[in-house]
């Protein structure tokens, strides 16, 4: 047996935070004796862990997230398993650590993964958008499709980056602009995504039900992104059909070739990430693969 493959464990992150401040941790939670640990850290949130049962996930970039991800953690999930929260306030959760390991590659995870991602896209909406603190549409999207469209062709204005080079970035946005019509057949009525819905986010957990971490990210929208940052690295395939059979037993729908066209949505996401990459970077350079896989599939 082996772990689900996951180049994104390799990558050194760019703006990792590498100091702790104790006074920074007490201001959130009163004065502790316990030894800190960073988890992880960049521009948006720290994750640091304290003594051996608690963690404190402090929301640097947008404080508000810390009141949707509360709302979220609060669901009474079924097949999953989330952090207890042990406390909250104005940028920060302080929550119980939850003991875990990576996740196989075999046919049982796959299964427990397609139980849990059909019970988050459980949460329908009338409509595609950004959600708040009391899990309702708060921004709401015109049309999922074309405003992922609008997105993409959005770094076409933003300075260039080495690690996004022009030439690649018009030949996805090409490849997508023949893909809009398929999309809009596939993309199925707005779920709840999770957002990062990606290996290094879902563990094994001593419950016997994965853990599922990080839900800053979530708001409505097609359940092929999630679909799409869960399979973006190649898995056996037992684990996909186990995922497939569990999923839509379980009330989620898929379309055919489904795998394909999360595929192209997830495109967008790993532009965004090569654009903040570091040129010649392994990130960058697994992410370019992935991107050239998908516009060689046609």
Same mark, same amino acid.
């Given at each position: 047996?082996?772990?689900?493959?996951?180049?994104?464990?390799?990558?050194? !992150?760019?703006?990792?935070?590498s100091v702790?401040?104790?006074?920074?941790?007490?201001? +959130?939670?009163? !004065?502790?004796?316990?030894?800190?640990?960073?988890?992880?850290?960049? &521009? /948006?949130?720290t994750?640091?862990?304290?003594?051996?049962?608690?963690?404190?996930?402090?929301?640097?970039?947008?404080?508000?997230?810390?009141?949707?991800?509360?709302?979220?953690?609060?669901?009474?999930?079924k097949?999953?398993?989330?952090p207890e *929260?042990?406390g909250?306030?104005?940028?920060?959760?302080?929550?119980k650590?939850? +003991?875990?390991?990576?996740?196989?590659?075999?046919?049982? *995870?796959?299964?427990?993964?397609?139980k849990?991602? /059909?019970?988050?896209?459980?949460?329908?909406?009338?409509?595609?958008?950004?959600?708040?603190?009391?899990?309702?549409?708060?921004?709401?999207?015109?049309?999922? *499709?074309?405003?992922?469209?609008?997105?993409? +062709?959005?770094?076409?204005?933003?300075?260039p980056? !080495?690690?996004?080079?022009?030439?690649?970035?018009?030949?996805?946005?090409?490849?997508?602009?023949?893909?809009?019509?398929g999309?809009?057949?596939? /993309?199925?009525?707005p779920?709840?995504?999770?957002?990062?819905?990606?290996?290094?986010?879902?563990?094994?957990?001593?419950?016997?039900?994965?853990?599922?971490l990080d839900?800053?990210?979530?708001?409505?929208?097609?359940?092929?992104?999630?679909?799409?940052?869960?399979?973006r690295?190649? +898995?056996p395939?037992?684990?996909?059909?186990?995922?497939?059979?569990?999923?839509?037993?379980?009330?989620?729908?898929?379309?055919?070739?489904?795998?394909?066209?999360?595929s192209?949505?997830?495109?967008?996401?790993?532009?965004?990430?090569?654009?903040?990459?570091?040129?010649?970077?392994?990130?960058?350079?697994?992410?370019? /693969?992935?991107?050239?896989?998908?516009l &060689?599939?046609?």
């Open positions: 047996m082996s772990k689900l493959f996951n180049p994104e464990d390799l990558w050194v !992150p760019s703006d990792q935070v702790i401040s104790r006074s920074e941790v007490e201001k +959130c939670i009163g !004065p502790i004796t316990e030894p800190l640990q960073l988890l992880s850290g960049g &521009q /948006a949130n994750n640091i862990r304290i003594g051996e049962d608690q963690v404190l996930r402090l929301y640097r970039r947008d404080a508000s997230i810390a009141g949707k991800e509360l709302s979220l953690i609060r669901q009474n999930w097949t999953f398993v989330v *929260v042990i909250s306030g104005d940028g920060f959760l302080w929550m650590y939850v +003991c875990h390991s990576p996740l196989e590659d075999q046919a049982e *995870v796959g299964e427990a993964l397609g849990a991602l /059909a019970e988050i896209h459980s949460y329908a909406y009338e409509t595609a958008g950004f959600i708040g603190t009391d899990l309702k549409i708060e921004e709401p999207m015109e049309n999922f *499709v074309t405003d992922m469209w609008d997105y993409l +062709c959005s770094f076409m204005d933003m300075p980056k !080495p690690a996004l080079p022009t030439s690649l970035l018009d030949v996805v946005i090409d490849f997508f602009d023949t893909k809009i019509e999309l809009q057949e596939v /993309a199925g009525l779920v709840l995504l999770h957002g990062d819905f990606k290996v290094s986010n879902l563990h094994a957990s001593d419950q016997g039900k994965p853990l599922i839900w800053e990210f979530a708001y409505a929208g097609s359940a092929l992104m999630d679909i799409g940052q869960l399979f690295w190649p +898995c395939p037992a684990f996909e059909k186990a995922f497939q059979q569990a999923y839509q037993i379980s009330g989620g729908h898929l379309t055919d070739r489904w795998k394909y066209w999360a192209i949505l997830d495109t967008i996401n790993l532009v965004g990430m090569l654009y903040k990459s570091a040129p010649e970077s392994q990130k960058s350079l697994d992410i370019t /693969a992935r991107i050239k896989t998908t &060689q599939a046609g």
